[in-house]
């Protein structure tokens, strides 16, 4: 599952919370806890400071640059590990 979600995050492009967690059956909550556990890992990197002043992206004018998959306060970016994990999970799918 947690391939999964870096996954749609990577090759997808999914940047809404809600649609990920939809897209992979499980609970707003259980995603936030599989993205924290993406950063634990390196696959994902939180920017510090970049969305302090809202809770929401809309308006935002990092909104199409920050690659925020949380969509509430905190941009998320994806990492080389992360990009090459993706990479080398579809290469051996083939």
């Known amino acids: 599952m947690i391939e999964q979600v870096l996954d749609l995050i990577v090759e997808s492009k999914i940047a809404d919370k809600r649609e990920l967690a939809r897209q992979v059956g499980v609970q707003v909550e259980t995603l936030d806890d599989i993205i924290d556990l993406l ?44 990009k090459q994990f993706v990479r080398i999970r579809r290469e051996q799918m083939k």
């Open 39 to 82: 950063c634990q890992r390196g696959y994902l990197r939180e920017e510090e400071g970049s969305c302090n002043e809202s809770s929401s992206c809309s308006g935002c004018n990092l909104e199409e640059s920050c690659g925020s998959s949380d969509r509430l306060g905190r941009a998320l970016f994806v990492t080389e590990k992360g």
